[in-house]
């Protein structure tokens, strides 16, 4: 027996947004014109309207859609929220044409699908003092120009030569990369590819790349080679790990957002912090580079072992 496909939740979102204000114009409607109109089959038809009766803006049963198709008609009542014409203000339509002109200029998301929503939006908008002159403006940082470095390599399909700065031991490394793939994840871009040097798929954050070299030489990474799932995070836990809680006085609340960190909480005008760590020589060396600014609170043998650190530190820096 052949397998029906199953529709991804996406588009039966999509198909009930329309379906609400058509059939609420069309109150009345025989259910299979309903169908026809709407594309769909019967049996389909009422599967959705059966589900609309637990949508709404509200958890409250007099703020759920009422819908009906009781002797072969259509009725949907109490969906006027959702049956009103889309109606942006002037700071909405704004911010989303500027927010489609970003994405357009980064080269991230599927370029055509940008385009047309842009199109569409700036035809609409037009009449909106201004919006003609908003401009979006290059990226003139470091991390901007290794990003369009970056962008001309993959395009191009050449290796890349990266000075890139390890956090975990605070140093400098140089490495070969076939890149395949920019992500933005969790607010921070991200060069995925072959790293020559690790001999294994590595993720590198742009930020902390300080150089970038286009070589001449075609990117080849091992056929059959799969990108990571980043849908829940670039931090992958290693067997190796252990979790680190920190307190971050103000000044060193930057430390949660350049390093991995899997919780946050605040603590006053502090910051209590989870970062797992696999070596004990980093958490020694952040604490002493940030002078007082963070605290190791757990586990209780790195606590320990850290405030050894800075003693004896202090005392040499004495002597």
Not at 61 to 85: K, M, Q, T, W
Not at 153 to 161: D, I, Q
Request: charged share 25%; with cysteine.
């Amino acid at each position: 027996m052949t397998r029906q496909p199953v529709e991804s939740a996406t588009n039966r979102v999509e198909r009930l947004l329309t379906m609400v204000p058509w059939l609420a114009s069309r109150q009345g409607i025989e259910i299979e014109r309903a169908a026809a109109g709407l594309g769909i089959t019967e049996k389909q038809l009422r599967a959705d309207l059966d589900l609309l009766f637990m949508c709404g803006y509200g958890p409250m049963p007099d703020e759920l859609i009422e819908a009906s198709y009781e002797g072969g008609r259509v009725f949907v009542s109490n969906a006027d929220a959702i049956s009103r014409p889309l109606r942006l203000t002037v700071d909405e339509a704004t911010s989303l044409i500027v927010g489609l002109r970003s994405l357009a200029a980064s080269g991230a998301g599927e370029s055509s699908a940008v385009e047309r929503a842009l199109s569409k939006l700036e035809g609409a908008a037009g009449a909106i003092p201004g919006v003609d002159r908003v401009l979006v403006v290059e990226d003139d940082t470091q991390a901007g120009h290794v990003l369009a470095d970056l962008r001309d390599a993959l395009a191009a399909g050449r290796r890349v030569h990266l000075g890139y700065h390890v956090p975990s031991r605070d140093e400098r490394t140089e490495r070969d990369v076939d890149p395949m793939r920019l992500a933005r994840v969790e607010g921070h871009w991200y060069l995925e590819g072959w790293c020559h040097r690790a001999r294994d798929l590595r993720l590198f954050r742009i930020d902390r790349i300080e150089a970038v070299d286009v070589l001449d030489v075609p990117a080849d990474p091992p056929e059959g080679l799969a990108g990571r799932d980043l849908r829940t995070g670039v931090y992958q836990g290693g067997a190796e790990d252990v979790a680190v809680l920190v307190r971050l006085a103000p000044g060193a609340h930057w430390v949660a957002e350049y390093y991995p960190v899997t919780d946050r909480t605040p603590d006053g005008d502090h910051l209590l912090v989870t970062m797992p760590s696999s070596t004990e020589g980093f958490m020694q060396r952040l604490v002493l580079r940030l002078g007082g600014g963070v605290e190791v609170l757990e586990p209780a043998s790195l606590r320990s072992s850290v405030a050894a650190h800075a003693r004896s530190a202090l005392a040499a820096y004495r002597t």
